[in-house]
């Protein structure tokens, strides 16, 4: 039986092959376990071998999640990746160490404004729609200089870069050219904003062609966790 640990493992050394074929160091390229609708139990055991960074999509089921190991697993460092509405705004501001889908203004002065005082600022990312699809979250290119400047006057947020959620297909050069558009973007906002050092993008099935293309976090569930089960209410 595979183990979530064997699996784990095996994410690892995609990376590390991923970034052997471009010619990086596989050491700037950060895995974010995606443990969406999976169990606390599973989480613990990517903990137990040494993952750190976890990704939640469902703002309840995050914050439980955070809330549950907050004093068994401290160190864990919690990513937001998923849509956030206006009303929950705070719970993603008390309880998450980034947030990685930030696209409107009005959204990062509510986080702004939640973050508790005693907490360190939020690392943040905008989500940029890279594939210009209709049911994709994220602002145009054109709009980013505007949005970082507004999040970097916020001072308890910190603009650490870009997301993207590529188009879903087999098609390895439109993901390349998806990803090389945002690799040129980042790289130009950087020019503006020489603290961002953060492209998350690339996910189970684009990671090669992400990380050939710059990506310093690859966002990896299902390859670890197994299926997952969207029966529970979120």
């Not at 953060?198 to 684009?206: A, C, K, P, R, V």
Request: with cysteine; proline share 3%.
């Amino acid at each position: 039986m595979t183990t979530i640990a064997d699996r784990l493992a095996i994410a690892q050394q995609r990376i590390i092959e991923a970034a052997q074929l471009c010619g990086r160091n596989s050491c700037e390229i950060s895995l974010l376990a995606v443990s969406k609708t999976k169990p606390i139990a599973d989480i613990i055991a990517a903990y137990d071998v040494g993952q750190r960074q976890f990704g939640e999509n469902y703002v309840q089921e995050g914050v439980d999640k955070v809330q549950a190991l907050k004093s068994t697993c401290p160190d864990i460092k919690w990513h937001f990746i998923g849509p956030l509405q206006s009303n929950k705004s705070r719970l993603v501001a008390t309880h998450f160490d980034w947030m990685h889908t930030l696209s409107r203004e009005k959204i990062a002065q509510r986080l702004n404004d939640q973050r508790p005082q005693d907490m360190a600022p939020l690392n943040v990312c905008i989500q940029v729609n890279i594939s210009a699809e209709d049911t994709k979250s994220g602002v145009d290119i054109a709009e980013l200089s505007q949005l970082a400047t507004a999040i970097a006057n916020m001072p308890a947020l910190r603009l650490r870069g870009l997301m993207a959620i590529g188009t879903a297909t087999a098609d390895s050069e439109l993901q390349r050219q998806e990803f090389t558009q945002l690799k040129q973007a980042f790289d130009t906002l950087k020019q503006s904003f020489a603290e961002l050092d953060t492209l998350s993008m690339g996910m189970s099935g684009d990671l090669d062609n992400a990380i050939a293309c710059g990506s310093t976090m690859v966002r990896i569930g299902s390859a670890i966790f197994g299926e997952r089960d969207y029966g529970a209410n979120h």
